[in-house]
């Protein structure tokens, strides 16, 4: 019984947020119905691909504070369908932070951004 935490524990790990983002509102577009709440698991996953993504970006003392808004804005983006709306909705929240990337951080943050297919809304920031 111990092992089944384990084994859910190490395939969340192996997640990342925006890519979890994309393939969680696949599957709630499919096979939740709109009025209902995401399910305890789901919710799970979505906070620990957010934290392994904030951990890859090694922000800095004074990108933190930005970090709130970003962590919101991708769970928002995780509760439903990833479109340009949403994403346009979200970009407020995650542009400064953005500005404050260098250029390793960028590079991290496109490489989550392109696994999780949101590079061709890259535009909107």
Known sequence: MRKLPIAITIALMSLS???????????????????????????????VAILRCRAALKLRAEQQKYWPAVAAALRNLSRGPVTEDAVRRAAPAV????????????????????????????SLF
């Not at 509102?25 to 399910?39: F, G, H, N």
């Open 95 to 122: 542009s400064p932070l953005l500005a404050t990337l260098d250029d390793n951080q960028r590079q991290v943050a496109m490489n989550f951004a392109q696994r999780a297919g949101f590079a061709q809304y890259a």
């Open 17 to 47: 947020a925006p890519a979890f983002a994309q393939e969680a509102s696949v599957v709630t577009t499919q096979s939740i119905e709109p009025a209902e709440k995401p399910s305890a698991l789901h919710v799970a996953m979505s906070e």
